[in-house]
């Protein structure tokens, strides 16, 4: 089981380019979600998605933020024309199907794709 | 909404002792549940305890245990027998039972003294 990937584990972009970050969720998972790292700072939650649906996207800024979560393939999170304020590290965790009486289902974290902005 | 706090932005402890991590936390829920996660330098982020409000007795993971205090919004974690590979930042994080967001501590970096 080879956990949660992300990919690119770095990633440097201009300002105004786009940048792609991958995700694949734990084999059997179904849930992914994204969260943003800032420098010395906790992790904060972007957008929660299942297969083909975003379930909470109120993390996620309004303008040049996406996620998507299609029938096949990884989760993919995409910053259009990256400013510097982007850079950051951004990480993917997938849980099981979860239920409000499924408990405290754990996350389980990618390593984290680290964003420069330059 | 809720809120996590960690008020010791960094600590540090002697190899072989016993250390202290504080985490206040503001809900007006009841039922929830809280975590301590543990991130290397490598990044990855590692489950390390976790405790259902519910439960009155304190969760123990090995060396790691908590000290849960639901009146005070307290969940501490105490690490036993400090060894140099708990070096990391220490997240606090909260998650309310219904809900799949979890709310993150702005951490503690916790260095170990040989």
């Known amino acids: 089981n080879a956990g949660v990937m992300q990919n690119p584990r770095h990633l440097v972009r201009r300002r105004g380019q786009e940048a792609r970050l991958r995700c694949s969720p734990m084999?059997?998972?179904?849930?992914v979600y994204w969260y943003r790292q800032l420098p010395e700072e906790g992790l904060k939650f972007m957008v929660y998605l299942q297969k083909e649906n975003i379930i909470d996207e109120s993390g996620m800024p309004k303008e040049r933020f996406s996620a998507e979560f299609p029938k096949e393939g990884p989760s993919i999170l995409r910053i259009q024309q990256v400013v510097r304020g982007d850079s950051a590290a951004y990480f993917c965790?997938?849980?099981?199907?979860?239920?409000?009486?499924?408990?405290?289902?754990?996350?389980?974290f990618g390593a984290g794709s680290r964003l420069t902005v330059l | 909404a809720q809120t996590v706090t960690q008020s010791q932005p960094e600590m540090s402890v002697q190899e072989a002792e016993t250390v202290t991590l504080s985490c206040t936390y503001d809900t007006s829920e009841s039922d929830y549940y809280l975590f301590w996660y543990k991130q290397p330098p490598s990044r990855q982020m590692i489950l390390v305890i976790r405790?259902?409000?519910?439960?009155?007795q304190n969760a123990t993971e090995n060396r790691f245990s908590v000290n849960f205090q639901k009146a005070a919004k307290s969940f501490s974690l105490k690490i036993s027998d400090s060894q140099l590979g708990d070096a990391a930042m220490y997240f606090c994080?909260?998650?309310?039972?219904?809900?799949?967001?979890?709310?993150f501590g702005k951490g503690t970096r916790l260095h170990i003294l040989p």
């Open positions: 405790q259902e409000a519910y439960k009155q």
């Open positions: 994080a909260y998650r309310s039972v219904g809900d799949d967001k979890i709310i």
């Open positions: 084999k059997g998972h179904s849930h």
């Open positions: 965790a997938s849980s099981p199907i979860t239920n409000k009486f499924s408990g405290a289902n754990v996350l389980t």
